[in-house]
Nanobody, 126 residues
Framework: QVQLVESGGGLVQAGGSLRLSCAVS????????MGWFRQAPGKEREFVAA????????YYADSVKGRFTISRDNAKNTVYLEMNSLKPEDTAVYYC???????????????????WGQGTQVTVSS
């Protein structure tokens, strides 16, 4: 098990940018595939982006493709979500998630992740 702590959320105007960070405890971070999910008020939690343990493969929801970038720094045990051209519909609590290894991994399926952070609020004003 690892512990995940998100940071970097806040209030931003439409068109602005934010970078979320997820710091992960433990010495085996490089063995974990990572994902970002979000939950807007009154809606179910949804997939945003994911990255393989090596960082070579990334996945994005269609709604954020071209605007968001997921990356990781295995030396710092941290995964990032760079969010540009933000829209009011991006407003949500953003969660970081981790799963050990990639066997059977389905990047967009939140049920495949077994470690979650507490979430960080992102609010985009129009």
């Amino acid at each position: 098990q690892v512990q995940l702590v998100e940071s970097g959320g806040g209030l931003v105007q439409a068109g602005g940018s934010l970078r979320l960070s997820c710091a992960v405890s433990g010495r085996t971070f490089s063995s974990y595939a990572m994902g970002w999910f979000r939950q807007a008020p009154g809606k179910e939690r949804e997939f945003v982006a994911a990255i393989s343990w090596s960082g070579r493969t990334t996945y994005y929801a269609d709604s954020v493709k071209g605007r968001f970038t997921i990356s990781r720094d295995n030396a710092k045990n941290t995964v990032y979500l760079e969010m540009n051209s933000l829209k009011p519909e991006d407003t949500a609590v953003y969660y970081c998630a981790a799963v050990l290894g990639t066997t059977g991994w389905a990047p967009r399926d939140q049920k495949k992740y077994d470690n979650w952070g507490q979430g960080t609020q992102v609010t985009v004003s129009s």
